[in-house]
């Protein structure tokens, strides 16, 4: 809150550019023990209605607050959605002091040394990947939807916080699917959820200037990547079970990478003159990476299992598998 408060009525660029620092740590770091606490709350067989319930926060801050900010830019400047995020903190503030535990119930004291150990495990190490390349895909194109959409759709400038809006409400609907399904049945949002979002960002690209069909796609690519996004980050919670303090933090870290990957790979493919269509390009071909990944790790599982069932060492490897995935309910 203070960081925009100071950004609102600074004159210099470089205590602006530092409050845009200081906010998106501060950001970083409340989404990380967010998600930490919620998974806590929730109890251990249901991390992705509390994840779910979580990130259902951030879609709709997409659906009111990008838009908002946009309209208030463009009517009174761009300090005025700095006042008003500063404003709509006050509120949230006083809702966690009052209504969040300072320690979930029955939870151990924190340990980072043995946190940290659980990212040795590969099927951690590659989930978080994977949701650093959805992530990365899913903002290597909508960091540039406004020149895509004004230039390449041919929609209006005031079209702009429409189409947000738009994805904004893709995202908060594929944040709910995930929320019902990630717990108990995750691969089936990942397997289809994964390849509907590369065939999806394949049509965008091929037919971003058709209006109509850009606008359908925008929401039909927030639902799929959020629907995928979220349940990757239900994984990451469960396959770091045993490490509930940073857990939160591992998944956000992941993101972030994404975050700012992808758009930085979208800006180069602009920057190279391959034009505002390029990013959607650069989406499908992280999510076609992130879906040779999961390949690769699920045929090194299988020969893993038909090695195992020659040399008899089945009940070592559903011990080690039990113990990678703690607390997880089993997959239908």
Not at 80 to 100: D, G, Q, T
Not at 136 to 164: E, I, K, N, Q
Not at 227 to 240: F, N, S, W
Not at 276 to 297: C, D, G, H, N
Request: charged letters at 10%.
């Amino acid at each position: 809150m203070a960081a925009h408060v100071v950004g609102a009525v600074t004159g210099s660029f470089g205590v602006l550019l530092a409050t845009r620092v200081v906010g998106a740590v501060a950001n970083a770091g409340f989404l990380a023990v967010g998600l930490a606490t919620a998974a806590g709350l929730a109890g251990p067989h249901a991390k992705g209605r509390a994840a779910s319930a979580l990130l259902g926060g951030v879609t709709l801050a997409c659906v009111a607050g990008v838009p908002a900010g946009a309209v208030l830019g463009n009517l009174w400047g761009w300090r005025s959605a700095f006042w008003a995020v500063a404003a709509v903190s006050v509120p949230a503030a006083f809702a966690i002091l009052r209504c969040v535990p300072p320690t979930a119930p029955g939870a151990p004291a924190p340990d980072a040394w043995r946190e940290l150990r659980a990212l040795r495990r590969p099927r951690l190490a590659v989930t978080l990947a994977l949701a650093a390349l959805v992530n990365g895909a899913t903002f290597c194109t909508f960091t540039y939807l406004a020149p895509l959409v004004t230039d390449v759709s041919g929609y209006g400038r005031t079209w702009v916080p429409a189409l947000l809006a738009v994805f904004g409400l893709g995202s908060f609907a594929g944040v709910t699917i995930a929320g019902r399904l990630s717990d108990t049945r995750p691969m089936r949002v990942l397997v289809p959820g994964g390849l509907a979002l590369l065939v999806g960002w394949l049509l965008f690209a091929a037919t971003a200037a058709i209006a109509p069909v850009a606008f359908l796609l925008v929401l039909v690519q927030g639902t799929l990547s959020f629907a995928v996004g979220a349940t990757l980050i239900t994984q990451v919670l469960y396959r770091a079970a045993d490490a509930p303090s940073l857990g939160g933090s591992f998944v956000t870290a992941a993101l972030n990478v994404g975050a700012a990957v992808g758009p930085l790979l979208g800006g180069a493919a602009i920057g190279a003159g391959l034009g505002y269509r390029s990013p959607l390009w650069v989406s499908a071909l992280l999510v076609a990476l992130a879906l040779t990944v999961a390949l690769a790790l699920t045929v090194a599982l299988a020969l893993t299992v038909a090695l195992a069932l020659t040399v008899g060492l089945v009940p070592a490897l559903r011990r080690g598998a039990r113990a990678d995935t703690p607390g997880q309910p089993i997959p239908s």
